[in-house]
Antibody, heavy 121, light 106 residues
Framework: QVQLVESGGRVVQPGRSLRLSCAASGFTFSYYGMHWVRQAPGKGLEWVASTSYDGSNKYYADSVKGRFTISRDDSKNTLYLQMDSLRAEDTALYYC??????????????WGQGTLVTVSS | DIQMTQSPSTLSASVGDRVTITCRASQSISSWLAWYQQKPGKAPKLLIYKASTLESGVPSRFSGSESGTEFTLTISSLQPDDFATYYCQQYNDYWTFGQGTKVEIK
């Protein structure tokens, strides 16, 4: 069955960088757009970034544009989120999610369990 | 940017109640509206997409409707498993989530 396992979250100082990974299995990874969504502690959901199935199109929320980079390695069935110039307000549980349809970058149909990023000095 | 205004923020209800949650978009999003359910410590789960299409495996007591830029999630008869937080999301122009509605036991 579909599995998405996020990793890489930890405590990091403001201004530093961090790379999150999302290992996918149970589906043909290269056929699906993928997404990152975050949730600050006790708060709602905030979309972060999305990539098309082939990586040719990438989309970012204004709050992370220019600081975060989404990428994928289809040979490893893995999605990444490179996070630079981290701020306290980036503290959140980061979810990776698989699109609902093949060759689409539309909607999150299945989510992983998340990895926690804490930005603090 | 499209804003999504969801109400109420909290709803107290009993098992068997009919429950309605509303989401209003700041501009037209056609029918590009989804509803998610999230339980504490768990990832969100897709319930409804395209405003009224039930995701596979979701009980039929859940339904979605739309009227212009106002969207509604209805649970026809609340079950114990339904106590959770619900989010709407527009996907017409990037993504924006509503603030969430916590459905708690009355």
């Amino acid at each position: 069955q579909v599995q998405l396992v996020e990793s890489g979250g930890r405590v990091v100082q403001p201004g530093r960088s961090l790379r999150l990974s999302c290992a996918a299995s149970g589906f043909t990874f290269s056929y699906y757009g993928m997404h990152w969504v975050r949730q600050a502690p006790g708060k709602g959901l905030e979309w972060v970034a999305s990539t098309s199935y082939d990586g040719s199109n990438k989309y970012y929320a204004d709050s992370v544009k220019g600081r975060f980079t989404i990428s994928r390695d289809d040979s490893k069935n893995t999605l990444y989120l490179q996070m630079d110039s981290l701020r306290a307000e980036d503290t959140a549980l980061y979810y990776c999610a698989k699109d609902t349809e093949t060759f689409s970058t539309l909607l999150a149909g299945y989510w992983g369990q998340g990895t926690l990023v804490t930005v603090s000095s | 940017d499209i804003q999504m205004t969801q109400s109420p923020s909290t709803l107290s209800a009993s098992v068997g109640d009919r429950v309605t949650i509303t989401c209003r978009a700041s501009q037209s999003i056609s029918s590009w509206l989804a509803w998610y359910q999230q339980k504490p410590g768990k990832a969100p789960k897709l319930l409804i997409y395209k405003a009224s299409t039930l995701e596979s495996g979701v009980p039929s007591r859940f339904s979605g409707s739309e009227s212009g830029t106002e969207f509604t999630l209805t649970i026809s008869s609340l079950q114990p498993d339904d106590f959770a937080t619900y989010y709407c999301q527009q996907y017409n122009d990037y993504w924006t989530f509503g603030q969430g509605t916590k459905v708690e036991i009355k």
